[in-house]
């Protein structure tokens, strides 16, 4: 397949993550091997069900991704193919989170290289960075060996530490910050940072369709959405409601997910973020994308929770 690349300058992408931030999975075939043409499938379904670069970005080996699962060579592949299947269609961000500075350093060069718009990163994680400099200067560092533009992350669940909106004060100040996934889980906090950064950062809701419209009320840029990869036309609907300020619209569509989303919060507290990968990957396969299958640590659903998935999605219409 012809790879067309597509680059956007940091302001660019400030101005681009007014919409959709759809978070991909990554699909695996049954021995682990990373699935190219499936991957290809998954991503031409978002595509050709409503995402495109008029509302939506699409980060490409993150968490939801299965980024730790996966060695550096791995997501370099990865990105390369959804680089060359989205084209200049979807802008993709790469996911560069890791434990250690240099490996997200050399992912960044990497996708800048290669034609992303932007890059996405998590601080350190391996312990709690209770010292808030050992977050500043990661995103220093990343900062000055990348011309993209970078969103920075705040993942309570992953770091056990939810970013003081004093340190974001001090992060958006690297020229190239300009987006962020905000995942605290206080909500008043959220709207706090929109106040405070929002003039530079295009602040995004990290908990997605479940917060919204409300997080559009608090004044975020867009949303996450991992339910993009099996109903990206309800994220697209979400998203033409909310950019016209139609709150009342925007909630109707989102209520018809709450089975699904009933459904998540069940399998998180089951299994954290592995179990609901998982379900991710059912669930796209069972619409007829390909979601894959999850790598180890993540396991397979059993057979039991399939049957309960297939009863949720009979209530979803799908």
């Keep these: 397949m012809e790879e067309i690349l597509m680059k956007m300058t940091p302001r660019e992408l400030n101005k681009q993550l007014h919409g959709v931030c759809v978070i991909s999975i990554t699909p695996f075939k049954e021995d682990g091997a990373f699935d190219a043409k499936g991957y290809e499938k998954n991503l031409r379904f978002i595509m050709d069900h409503g995402l495109n670069k008029s ?137 706090r940072v929109v106040q405070e950064i929002g003039d530079k950062i295009s602040v995004v809701n990290g908990h997605g369709e479940f917060l919204e419209p409300y997080a559009a009320m608090a004044g975020t840029a867009g949303f996450i959405s991992s339910m993009s990869n099996f109903v990206p036309d309800k994220a697209a609907a979400i998203w033409a409601a909310r950019s016209t300020g139609d709150y009342a619209r925007a909630k109707a569509i989102r209520d018809t997910m709450v089975p699904y989303m009933d459904l998540a919060v069940k399998y998180s507290g089951m299994g954290g973020e592995y179990k609901v990968i998982s379900l991710l990957k059912y669930i796209t396969d069972e619409v007829g994308s390909c979601g894959g299958f999850p790598r180890v640590p993540c396991v397979p659903l059993t057979a039991a929770e399939k049957e309960e998935v297939r009863g949720v999605l009979k209530q979803l219409g799908l």
């Design 55 to 191: 509302n939506a970005t699409i980060v490409v080996g993150g968490s939801t991704g299965e980024c730790g699962a996966m060695n550096t060579a791995e997501r370099k592949e990865v990105l390369e193919c959804a680089l060359a299947v989205c084209g200049d269609a979807l802008p993709v961000i790469a996911g560069c989170n890791s434990t250690n500075v240099r490996e997200s350093i050399e992912l960044a060069q990497h996708a800048e290289a290669h034609g992303a718009v932007g890059v996405m990163a998590l601080s350190p994680y391996y312990y709690p960075a209770k010292d808030e400099e050992c977050i500043y200067q990661f995103y220093k560092a990343l900062s000055e060996n990348t011309g993209l533009g970078i969103l920075l992350y705040n993942n309570f669940e992953v770091m056990n530490i939810d970013i003081s909106i004093n340190l974001l004060k001090r992060l958006k100040e690297f020229p190239n910050a300009v987006g962020m996934k905000e995942c605290t889980p206080a909500f008043f906090k959220m709207t």
